[in-house]
Structures are given as structure tokens and as C-alpha cells.
């Protein structure tokens, strides 16, 4: 107990149980959330069931390198440009940021508009790249 007693001790403690339980919740949620794919799912998704990719982040950030073939759609321009993705209503749709947190948005914004199958790409193109898959430069 003559570690808990020390002020500096007892705070790293409350630090450690802290960030544990945030991870814990983290965790349980994306267990939960059926809409979060990792890299290998939307692969699967992209090649069993004909996903669309649509980037949803700035022009620079797509011009710096995409998934490839991924239709790019800004999250500010969504709402206006959402009738272009009215041909792909049938298909899996999977939103992609850098991280996910945008596409997370862009989500909300179309299951209001009544797509059904949407998916956010967990850890944006972040976690893409840092499994090893490919992105490109071209334009779509």
C-alpha cells in the first residue's frame, strides 16, 4: 500500500485505469458496429459484392494518392452531389477519410438521404497504406 500512498504514484494509477477503460469501450464499440470494415473486409466487399469507394476528404488530400478507383466526393459538397451516387444505391457503399472520423459524417449524411449500405473503412487511408495496399494518383 506505501505505493498507492505517494500523490505521484496514485495519479499514474488513475492514468493507467483510465486509458484502459477508454480502450475497453473503444473496443466493445467497434465489436458493435457492423459498419466498420478493416482493409481486408472492404477488399472482400470490393470484390465479392462490387463496393464503390468514394473518398470523402479534400481535393489535396485525394490528389496526394486514393484507393484505386475511388469516386471522389468531398464530405462539404456531399449533400449537393449525392444524386451521383443514386446509380450505385444497390451496391455497398464505403466511405473513407484519412482516419474515419469524416467518412463517419459523410455516413450519417447518406443514410439520411436512405442508402442502406454504407460502410466506413476503419482507420481511413491511414490504416490502408499501413497494411500494404495500394493507392493511386490517377483520376477517376
Not at 506505501?2 to 473503444?26: D, I, K, P, R, T
Not at 473518398?55 to 496526394?64: E, L, M, P, S
Not at 463517419?104 to 481511413?124: M, Q
Request: hydrophobic share 35%; with cysteine; net charge positive.
Amino acid at each position: 500500500m506505501e505505493f498507492l500512498q505517494q500523490q505521484q504514484n496514485l495519479l499514474w494509477l488513475v492514468l493507467a485505469v483510465a486509458s484502459g477503460g477508454w480502450l475497453l469501450v473503444e473496443t466493445i464499440r467497434q465489436y458493435r458496429d457492423k459498419s466498420l470494415l478493416t482493409p481486408i473486409q472492404a477488399t472482400l466487399l470490393i470484390n465479392r459484392e462490387d463496393a464503390v469507394t468514394v473518398d470523402v476528404r479534400t481535393q489535396g488530400d485525394y490528389d496526394k494518392g486514393h484507393l484505386p478507383n475511388a469516386r471522389h466526393l468531398p464530405l462539404s459538397d456531399l449533400e449537393r452531389r449525392k444524386t451521383e451516387l443514386e446509380k450505385f444505391r444497390s451496391r455497398p457503399l464505403i466511405l473513407y477519410c484519412n482516419r474515419g472520423e469524416t467518412a463517419a459524417k459523410g455516413i450519417a449524411a447518406l443514410k439520411k438521404a436512405g442508402f442502406e449500405k454504407l460502410y466506413n473503412l476503419r482507420g481511413g487511408l491511414y490504416d490502408w497504406e499501413k497494411d500494404g495496399y495500394p493507392i493511386t494518383r490517377k483520376k477517376k
